[in-house]
């Protein structure tokens, strides 16, 4: 089945928005969690975020993640 036009920019989208996040997080988890810190405070952090997102709450998780990336001394673009 042949892709429509829109389909195919979505997806182009949906891949740009994708590789921006993950260099994003990249530099986010670096800051956040050196080496010495435990895993367990990261999967707190995308817990709590993931039940955010899933309870509709998706301004309050971009708010939390501002926070982060403020913590952590770094810029974002919004």
Excluded: C, H, W
């Amino acid at each position: 089945m042949k892709e429509s036009r829109d389909e195919v920019m979505g997806n182009d989208v949906k891949s740009m928005l994708n590789a921006i996040s993950g260099t994003y997080t990249i530099l986010l988890i670096d800051k956040l969690f050196p080496m010495r810190k435990k895993t367990s405070d990261m999967e707190d952090i995308y817990s709590a975020l993931a039940a955010l997102a899933e309870i509709g709450r998706v301004m309050e998780a971009m708010q939390m993640i501002r926070g982060l990336f403020g913590i952590a001394g770094e810029e974002t673009l919004a």
